[in-house]
């Protein structure tokens, strides 16, 4: 099958940096776009990037010029450095990957990583 696997969570001090990392591995053919979502305590889950396969990407509001997020498709990796950073950051950060796999062409499948923590004392 696949798998995502996230790193580069931990506790920093507000204005500091982390960088995150996924890397897919597994029975994949393509991957299209990947991303990074992260959930606060008693809050939704939000789309903090996307990235497409061409490297086009998007940033939520309160993170544009603080975060980037690239990938390494050589890699099947995505990776967010995150710059800047603010206690309203802390929040658990998943992976995600729209990919089409060598078991089933025909189709797109979602996959998500299993989170890493990231927070930020101030």
């Known amino acids: 099958q696949v798998q995502l696997v996230e790193s580069g969570g931990g506790l920093v001090q507000a204005g500091g940096s982390l960088r995150l990392s996924c890397a897919a591995s597994?029975?994949?053919?393509?991957?299209?776009?990947m991303g990074w979502y992260r959930q606060a305590p008693g809050k939704r889950r939000e789309l903090v990037a996307p990235i497409t396969s061409g490297s086009s990407r998007n940033y939520v509001d309160c993170v544009k010029g603080r975060f980037t997020i690239s990938r390494d498709n050589a890699k099947n990796t995505v990776y967010l450095q995150m710059n800047s950073m603010k206690p309203e950051d802390t929040a658990v950060y998943y992976c995600?990957?729209?990919?089409?796999?060598?078991?089933?062409?025909?189709?797109?499948?979602?996959?998500w990583g299993q989170g890493t923590q990231v927070t930020v004392s101030s």
């Open positions: 995600n990957a729209r990919l089409i796999t060598a078991f089933d062409q025909t189709r797109e499948y979602e996959y």
């Open positions: 597994g029975s994949i053919f393509r991957i299209n776009a």
